[in-house]
């Protein structure tokens, strides 16, 4: 199941490469990225963008969320599976002309109705002082695990 089918009531997902450079810019505003490991605060111009998500893409499914209006306004990073896992790393980020409309708590609806069954867990670590991101996974049953200075949230699809 690829994420590209993900679609929710406010949020399609697309391939990354079609998100313009404006797009992109502001989901690499330094607001948007505070919190996100360290190569995501590094991307200056449009090409290293393009470069880093190309790179991410080898390593895990990556898409654009788009808005009703076809607008980019958000990503999607979800880990491949390694060989005997059933754990999905997950990441996400939305500009910050999204926030406050409910999108990340819509999004990750939207996720485990996607894998509900499956025997995937979804797993995402969020850092201490991202307040608003555990309180989206915790209150969509995410199990939170204190790990250093981020806490690892898990949820289980069943199966």
Known sequence: MSLLDLKTGRLRAAPWQDLTAAELAGLF?????QWLPDGFQAQGSDQSRREFLA??????EVAALCNAAGEGVGLIILSFPEEGSSIRNLGYLFAESAWGQGLASELIGGLQA?????????SGGVMQENAASARVLQKSGFTPEPAGAETVYSWFSGV
């Open 114 to 122: 996607h894998f509900r069954g499956s025997g995937v867990t979804l």
């Open 55 to 60: 790179a991410v893409s080898q390593q895990a």
């Open 29 to 33: 505003a330094p607001k948007v990225v």
